[in-house]
Structures are given as structure tokens and as C-alpha cells.
């Protein structure tokens, strides 16, 4: 039986991180174990390719898990897809490539609520670790770290994300500014993006590459990781399945578990850890009744409205597309280099909301209409077009992930319950009336002409709830089922260790008390940065 000091589980936006910092210590042996394969492929490294991946379903089951929900009883029944990476750098190798941070009051939330060393003050230095931020060290930002932060060229943007701007500032009445990470998140701005020359920067290639070249880091790939052994009340290793194979592995120190919000509490459920009566339901052996496992499952989700638009750069053709990659491998520098998203905003959805509620991501293409849910290529309207996509960023909704099976080969069962407090469903009512104020403002007369989708007919309370329902998806930010606090619900405690079990950790965004106010990449990696510290640290 191999033996490493500590072995990491899942290398995505926290693990890959764990493993390269650990093994930064010559004298600590590191496995990192991930289920899918190499992020060294063009469809992972050049960002243009990821609308290949995620629209052709041979490519994608390369890269993804293949996740759906469960019926949404709120969303017309939908099985939503739910994109995850399986593959190095896990969703970093597969994701939009937005760099947000969330609101600075998030992580004091969470330090208010028993998860000392989590405030904003306390994480900042992580993110700063990080980052190689083209606008380089500041006090809000870090250079020379392995995750490159970049911005659009202000040549490159579409005349109409700079118009929109204009008019959230003056609908919403918040300033415009340079940067989301910074001193105030309530503003417009362009967003920030973890890419640079023309490159993904990913978690798999900042980390994991230049960490192989260590004697004391291992990866093993297309390695599903069956449970975690536990004997005694402490995590001694992991059995995997590779090549039909079966291996067991032990841990001299510590297990990692970064799976994500799905694949951390489906091991544990697996490995006998989580609510007792449900893991005897599938003949699992209770190795620790932690009835937090699982729960607390919550996730953004937004419903876009399609403009056609005279200042658009872009339009969804093939033609656009294939000249767009030609010109990237030529001359490089263009738009297939970066991500797709350009101007975002984050307001109040109502003058009462506590912190910036509503995250107004833009798009200056079409958006996949009415939703992506059924088989084959969703609808995407082939002129230029400018998708406002309103996003909920607090829900009150709350879902789990459960077993299907005892085989670990086998999907759990996903139900964030979208849309199953009605406060959610309120929100975006407001949200889309905002929304279309912004879109009528005089500021942009001469960039948006019709409302495609959902249509300008399509109005009063009834109608718009079945629009919503019908168009309403995920924006890919699972978090919480592995929750970090105090509470009873609580699976990890503020170190990140298991309650109840020595040896075992858990970091990624299923730790998550409640989610951050933003796309959760950046909070993902510096969770696994932070995670590393507290290990390193005893």
C-alpha cells in the first residue's frame, strides 16, 4: 500500500491549490487524486473553445460530469443541466472566467457567525496570494502569484456594454468604476477575468503543472475515489477505482476532501458520514450521524431577456465564431482569447436590501433560448444581439444532495429547489422590470432596438412568473453542503475539519456558510489557499 503524508481529493479551483501549496514543503509527500483527466488540451487552455465544449455533447463528456438536477418543481419540472468540471483544475478548466470576489460584508457575515478567521480582513491576504493582477500589487490586489487577473482591452468592448453602463449608473443610481474587487462592490464596471495573452488561467495550470515537477507531488488521474477508509474515528486513506482497478491508499496525516458542493458530501455519504437514516437506506455502514451532510444545497440562478442590438460586436454564427478562433491562432489578442462576458453590475433589487442583492451579468451575444435544458444545441439567435442577464445572488431557497446509490459511479440525486420560497420568485419580478428600465433609457436608443426574449408583450405578474419559470437556469455556483460553523447543522468546524472525525477536512465552496454575492471561482480558489494555510499552520 502507497503511503503519502496528506492526500488531496478532486483537483479543482481549492484542491489543486491545497496539493501544490502542501507539497511545497519538501519534506511532505502530497496524492492528489482527480476523477477526470489533463487540462492540457486547446478546448481547456484557449478560452473561445469553452462554447464548443459546452454546446457538443462529445467534448463535454470529456470535461464534465454530466450532472442534471432533479425535476424543479418550481421550474415547470425542468432537470436543469449542472455543469461541473471533471478534469484538472476542475471548474476552472471549464468555467466563464470571471473574476469576482463577492461583497467584503459576506465574509464578516460569516466570521459573526462563528467561523473565526473568515472575515474579510482575515481572507484578503489570501486573495492577494493568489493573484498576478494586472494592475499589479496594491491594497486590494496581488502580483506575481499563479492565477493571472486581467481586463478586457477598451477597444475590444462592445459599444453597447459601455452604453449600459451609462444607464445602470443613472436606473440604479451607483457609480461607475474600474474595479468590483475593490473598496465598493455596489457600482457598474467591466469585469475582470482569470485569463491573460490569450490563456485560461486556470487552477490546473498555475498549480498542479508546476507542482509535478516536485518528487514529493503525485497526481493520479481518472481516479474515482470509491470512500474514505475510516477506522476508529479517523480517516486513515482513500479506496479509488482506476483502470478497473481497485487501490487503497493511506494517510500518514490528513485526508482533503475538494470535490465541490456535489462531490465532497457525496464521498462523505459514501465513506458512512452524513444523515444516519438515509445512508442505512442504501446499506451504508453509519460511521458518523452528521446530518448537515448534504443540506443547506443553494446556488444562483438567473433569467436572461435578449435585445437585439445595432453595437454589438458579436452574433451567434458559426462564421463568427471559427473567424473569431482563425484570427486568434494568426494574430492572437482578439475576443477568442477572453471571456465572453464584458459589463456587469451589482445593485439593490429594492431600496431596502441590505447589500447589493441583484448582479446584472451582460452578454453581447444571445443567450440560449428559451433555456438549455433539452437534448441537442439550444437555440441562440444568430444576429448581434445584447443578453442582460438579472441574477439572484441571495437566495432564500434551500435544496440538498442526496445518494441515488451506494456506488460511487453513480450521480447523486441534485435538488436546489429553485425558486421554492417565494421570495425568489418576488425578486425577479423586480429584477426584470429593473432590467427593462435600464433597457429603455435614453443612453441606449442607439444600441438596442427589440426585446427578443422574453418578448416586450410579455407582461403583468402572471404572465412574466411563467416566463421565469420557463427561462429560469443556473449560473453554476452550488455551495453549502458541507457548511462550515458552530451549529448543529454545521459539518465542518472554522478549520475546516470534520465534526466527529480525526484526519479529515473538507475545502471548497460546499463550505460555504451562505454564498458569496458573486461568481464563486475566486472565493473557490481562496478557500483552497486559505485551507492550506490553516494545515500548515497545525
Not at 464548443?52 to 438536477?69: A, M, N, Y
Not at 477598451?154 to 459599444?159: A, I, Q, V, Y
Request: glycine letters at 10%; hydrophobic letters at 40%.
Amino acid at each position: 500500500m502507497h503511503e503519502y503524508d496528506y492526500i488531496v481529493v478532486g483537483s479543482g479551483s481549492a484542491g489543486a491549490i491545497i496539493a501544490a501549496r502542501l507539497a511545497e514543503d519538501p519534506g511532505t509527500t502530497v496524492l492528489l487524486l482527480e476523477a477526470g483527466g489533463s487540462d492540457r488540451t486547446t478546448f481547456v487552455r484557449k478560452p473561445g473553445m469553452i462554447s464548443l465544449v459546452h454546446q457538443i455533447e462529445p467534448l463535454k463528456k470529456k470535461l464534465d460530469w454530466g450532472f442534471h438536477t432533479v425535476p424543479q418543481q418550481s421550474l415547470n419540472g425542468r432537470r436543469i443541466t449542472f455543469t461541473r468540471g471533471k478534469v484538472v483544475g476542475g471548474s476552472s478548466s471549464v468555467n466563464g472566467m470571471i473574476y469576482l470576489r463577492g461583497n467584503k460584508q459576506n465574509y464578516d457575515d460569516w466570521a459573526a457567525r462563528g467561523c473565526e478567521g473568515w472575515s474579510f480582513a482575515d481572507v484578503l491576504p489570501f486573495y492577494k496570494k493568489l493573484e498576478d493582477h494586472q494592475d499589479g500589487e496594491s491594497e486590494y490586489h496581488g502580483e506575481g502569484g499563479p492565477i493571472r487577473v486581467s481586463r478586457h482591452p477598451d477597444d475590444e468592448l462592445s459599444p453597447v456594454s459601455i452604453a449600459f453602463l451609462d444607464a445602470v449608473a443613472d436606473v440604479c443610481d451607483v457609480p461607475i468604476l474600474d474595479d468590483f474587487n475593490g473598496a465598493n462592490q455596489n457600482c457598474a464596471s467591466i469585469l475582470q477575468m482569470s485569463c491573460a495573452s490569450g490563456a485560461r488561467s486556470g487552477t490546473g495550470e498555475g498549480y498542479v503543472q508546476p507542482s509535478l515537477l516536485r518528487p514529493n507531488f503525485s497526481l493520479e488521474m481518472r481516479a474515482l475515489v470509491r470512500r474514505v477508509v475510516i477506522e476508529g474515528g479517523r480517516a486513515l486513506g482513500i479506496e479509488y477505482e482506476q483502470g478497473g482497478q481497485q487501490v487503497v491508499v493511506k494517510a500518514n496525516r490528513e485526508v482533503i476532501l475538494s470535490g465541490g458542493a456535489i462531490g465532497s458530501p457525496q464521498i462523505l455519504m459514501l465513506s458512512g458520514i452524513g444523515p444516519a437514516d438515509h445512508l442505512r437506506e442504501h446499506g451504508i455502514d453509519v460511521a458518523l450521524d452528521l446530518p448537515g451532510v448534504g443540506q443547506n444545497l443553494h446556488d444562483h440562478l438567473l433569467v436572461p431577456l435578449v435585445y437585439r442590438s445595432r453595437t454589438s460586436l458579436h452574433r451567434g454564427t458559426a462564421a463568427h465564431f471559427f473567424g473569431g478562433m482563425i484570427r486568434e491562432y494568426m494574430l492572437g489578442d482578439s475576443w477568442f482569447g477572453r471571456t465572453v462576458f464584458e459589463a456587469c453590475a451589482f445593485v439593490r433589487s429594492q431600496p431596502a436590501a441590505r447589500l447589493p442583492d441583484l448582479q446584472l451579468h451582460t452578454l453581447p451575444w444571445g443567450y440560449p433560448a428559451p433555456n438549455s435544458d433539452g437534448p441537442g444545441r439550444p437555440y441562440v439567435d444568430p444576429g448581434y444581439c445584447f443578453s442582460i442577464l438579472p441574477t439572484l445572488l441571495y437566495p432564500k431557497s434551500r435544496g440538498e444532495v442526496r445518494l441515488a446509490s451506494a456506488n460511487a459511479a453513480h450521480a447523486p440525486l441534485i435538488d436546489p429547489a429553485y425558486l421554492s420560497e417565494p421570495e425568489d420568485l418576488q425578486f425577479f419580478l423586480r429584477a426584470i422590470r429593473i432590467v427593462r428600465e435600464i433597457s429603455a433609457h435614453p443612453v441606449l436608443g442607439d444600441h438596442l432596438a427589440e426585446e427578443l426574449e422574453p418578448g416586450a408583450d410579455r407582461v403583468g405578474d402572471d404572465v412574466l412568473i411563467d416566463e421565469i419559470r420557463l427561462r429560469a437556469g443556473t449560473v453554476y455556483h452550488p455551495v453549502g453542503t458541507c457548511k462550515m460553523g458552530v451549529d448543529e447543522m454545521a459539518v465542518v468546524d472554522p478549520r475546516l475539519r470534520v465534526r466527529g472525525i480525526e484526519g479529515l477536512r473538507v475545502a471548497d465552496a460546499s463550505i460555504m456558510p451562505e454564498v458569496t454575492g458573486s461568481n464563486t471561482n475566486a472565493p473557490s480558489m481562496m478557500i483552497g489557499e486559505r485551507a492550506a494555510a490553516l494545515i500548515q499552520n497545525g
